[in-house]
C-alpha cells in the first residue's frame, strides 16, 4: 500500500470496520472472527483519487472537437450541453462517473450545467447518477447571470443582426431566480452529505455581477458548503477582468470577500504572484487542469510558484468536453511533464510525490473532504484502489509513486472500493 509522502510500498492488512479504515498494521494484522476478507495479494493499494474539477454535463462531449480555444468552446456551449432531458442529465453524469470509477478515481467535483437555471430535479438526477454508481461527488450547479456572448465587452455588437436575435434567446436565468433554486435544492438535498453534497459555482467572474457573486457567498455560507469558479484560465478572461475590475480577477474576489478555506479557483493558469500569495494566505485551493489547459491552448500553470506561497494545489481533468477522458492518472503525468517543461532548474520542476499528494490530499482538501479523504489512515473513509502488480504496467515494479504518476494509465486497475463497498 502507499501514501502520498510514502518513498516505498508497504505490505499491510487495513482493518475496516463500516465505511471508515479502523486501522493500518503489517500483515497478520488482528480482526474479529466475523470479518469479511478481501484478499489483496499481488496488489498495489493507494487512495482513491479525487477529481478536483470536472463537468457532469460535458460527458456527452467527448471527441466532439479539437482546435478549440476555450472562447470557443464556450460560444459552441448551447449546441453541445444544450436541450437536456432529466434523463438526459443523469446518463450524461452517469457514463462519467463510470469511467472516473474504472479509472481509479473515486470522488470528483462536478460543476454541472442546466440552462436557463439550475433545478431542483435536475441537480437530484445528477446526485442519484453518482449514488447510483457508488461513488463520491460534490455537485455544484455552475451558475451565472450572463452568457458568454454578453459576458465578452464587444461580443454581441460585432455579431451580425440575425445572430444577434437567435443569440438573444440564449439569455440565463436573473441571478434572485437562479439563487432561489440552488436555496430550494439544497432545502430538499437528499444524499448522505459524506457521499454526495451539494457547493456553489458561479461560473466565471465576469459572467456575474458583483452582487450575485457576493449572494453565491452568502449562500456557500449559510449551508456550509464549497465555493468553486473558473479564474484566471484564459488570457482573455484576464484581458476582459483587468478591463472590468482595474485589477486581476482573484485581486477582485479577494474584495469581494469569497476568499477563504472552501474557495476553489478553477485552473488559475494566469495567476500573477500576488494572486497566488492571496489565495494561500486564505487558504484556498488551485484546481490545475493541465490536459484541459493544453488541449484549449491556455498555457501551463506555474504550480511550483502556487505551492510556494501555501496554495492547496488540487488536480482535475475538466470536462470530457476539453479533455476528452476523465482520467486521473492522465491527469497526474500531465501535471508532472508540464511542470518539467517550464525551464530549466529541475528543483523548480514538481516531484511525483507532490503530484500524488496534489491528486489524493489536496483534492480531498479543495472538495471539503480534508479529514476524511484521500489517504489509507485510521479515521479516513475506505476509498482504495487495488492495482494488479502482474498488468504490465508494473512489470518490473520499480518504485511505486514514480509509477503511480507516470507509467499507471488506469489499465491495471482491479478493483476499486468506496466506503468500504466496492463501486458498482
Ligand atoms: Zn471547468
Known sequence: MINAGGHRA??????????????????GLAAPGDATAVDARDRLMHPGLINAHTHGHANLAKGMGDRWTLELLLAAGPWISGGRTLEDKYLSTYVGAIEMLTKGCTACYDLTLEFPLPTVEGLEACGRAYADAGMRAVLAPMVAEFSFYEAIPGLLDALPPGLQKEVERLRLAPGDATLDAMRQSMQSWRFDRTSVRSAVAPTIPHHCSDDFMRNCAVLAREFDVALHSHVQESKAQVIVGLKRYGKTQTGHLQDLGLLGPNFTVGHGVWLDHDDMRRLGDHGSSVAHNPGSNM?????????????????????????????????????????????????????RWLTTGEVLAAATEGSARALGFGDRLGRIAPGYKADIVFLDLHNVNWLPFNNAVNQLVHTEDGSAVHSVMVGGSPGR
Open 10 to 27: 508497504q505490505a499491510a492488512d487495513i482493518l475496516i470496520v463500516g465505511d471508515t479504515i479502523a486501522e493500518v498494521g503489517p500483515p
Open 295 to 347: 488541449r484549449l491552448g491556455n498555457g501551463l500553470a506555474d504550480v511550483r510558484g502556487m505551492l510556494e506561497r501555501k496554495v492547496n494545489v488540487a488536480i482535475g481533468t475538466d470536462g470530457a468536453n476539453c479533455s476528452d477522458n476523465l482520467n486521473m492518472y492522465e491527469s497526474m503525468r500531465l501535471a508532472s511533464m508540464a511542470s518539467k517543461t517550464q525551464g530549466p532548474d529541475t528543483d
